[in-house]
């Protein structure tokens, strides 16, 4: 395993403090010393000198982080461990040295289309309002094989709004979830740039997942994957379709709380527009950890291989949640609404952003 100059600059200037330790939603869930950021830059960083193998029990490690970059926020000496993370998943890959349940997955996409293996669900390319729109409503691997009935309702809250768009029945991977496992390897960037080639014939992009829209918009630009269409998050667009007046909501009583997707909230600075959508519909109760500093809440790639520390995960935030007395939970990404939706505890409702803008139609 060989290490980039840039990662082994980050690797050889960590100091393996303490400061990050307390934000790590997986060293939070299993209390666990090497699930947190320091204790992995410390495994890495004797790889890196040479001082231990890459043996399966670090690579594992490796597979326990959800690259959320809480840690990454938190340091303030300026130190990424995602990077170096996903250089470490890359080079488990160019090794030969994946781990099985990293490739079923893989074995999965190459046989399916899809890390889940599932098979396509009709009922969502008869979402689209139209076969040829200029405008695109990407769904992802995430909702479309796991969530269909959210991205359905997200389909027709785009439709009351009077939106000419397309569903594809046959919809291309963005390549999220091969950037997740095994980072910038040839195999993601054809997977890119397969994708890139069928979003270039539409204007516009609506992408229902914060995760395909991170890939789209930072990904393919950072590896020179050209893409002609404007690439828009939902929570953006819907926001603008009420500034707009295109979408008439009416003002409840009701007081919703902010789940941040980390992928909007850090990766791309987006943290408004999700509040003027639920400031519209009613009002808003923060958790203390949110926007930037939010904390994850689920992530359904891992919860194939460690489903019970994503239930831990979930449960940890929905005790964030009952903290400020919330009385509905509302999710900006599938993963997170999937997770949070079966560890639920009594007393708290859940929902979607579309979920609460067509309660206030």
Not at 38 to 61: K, Q, W
Not at 248 to 273: G, I, N, W
Not at 313 to 320: E, K, M
């Amino acid at each position: 395993m060989r290490f980039s100059e840039k990662s082994k600059e980050h690797l050889d200037a960590c100091r393996f403090c303490w400061m990050c330790r307390h934000i790590c939603p997986i060293g939070n869930a299993t209390g666990l010393e090497r699930n947190t950021a320091r204790a992995r830059a410390l495994g890495l960083s004797m790889v890196a000198r040479d001082a231990v193998p890459y043996s399966d029990d670090i690579i594992n490690n490796v597979y326990e982080c959800a690259t959320c970059g809480a840690c990454v926020k938190e340091c303030v000496t300026g130190w990424d461990p995602v990077m170096f993370v996903k250089e470490a998943r890359l080079g488990a890959a160019l090794d030969g040295k994946l781990p099985d349940y990293i490739l079923k997955l893989i074995n999965n996409f190459n046989e399916k289309g899809n890390i889940y293996g599932k098979d396509n669900d009709p009922a969502i390319a008869a979402a689209g309002a139209s076969a040829q729109s200029d405008t695109l409503f990407f769904i992802g691997e995430d909702a479309r094989y796991n969530t269909p009935q959210n991205a359905i309702e997200a389909a027709e809250l785009l439709k009351k709004a009077g939106v000419d768009f397309t569903v594809l029945d046959n919809e291309p991977n963005s390549g999220y979830s091969m950037d997740f496992m095994i980072g910038a390897a040839a195999e993601t960037k054809s997977v890119m740039e397969e994708c890139a080639k069928v979003l270039s014939k539409y204007k516009t992009v609506i992408c229902y997942d914060a995760a395909d829209a991170k890939v789209m918009k930072r990904e393919y630009k950072e590896w020179g994957i050209g893409l002609n269409a404007e690439v828009k998050t939902f929570t953006e667009f819907v926001s603008g379709l009420i500034k707009d007046g295109k979408l008439k909501v009416k003002k409840s009583d009701m007081c919703f709380t902010p789940q941040d997707s980390f992928l909007l909230a850090r990766d791309l600075e987006e943290t408004e527009p999700m509040r003027d959508i639920l400031n519209a519909c009613g009002c808003v109760t923060e958790m203390l950890l949110n926007r930037k500093d939010t904390m994850l809440a689920g992530n359904l790639i891992m919860a194939e291989y460690m489903g019970d520390v994503m239930d831990a995960v979930a449960r940890d935030r929905w005790v964030n949640a009952k903290n400020v007395n919330a009385k509905t939970v509302v999710t900006q990404t599938p993963a997170e609404y999937a997770i949070l939706k079966r560890t639920k505890p009594e007393g708290i409702e859940l929902m979607t952003v579309e979920e609460a803008v067509l309660k206030c139609l």
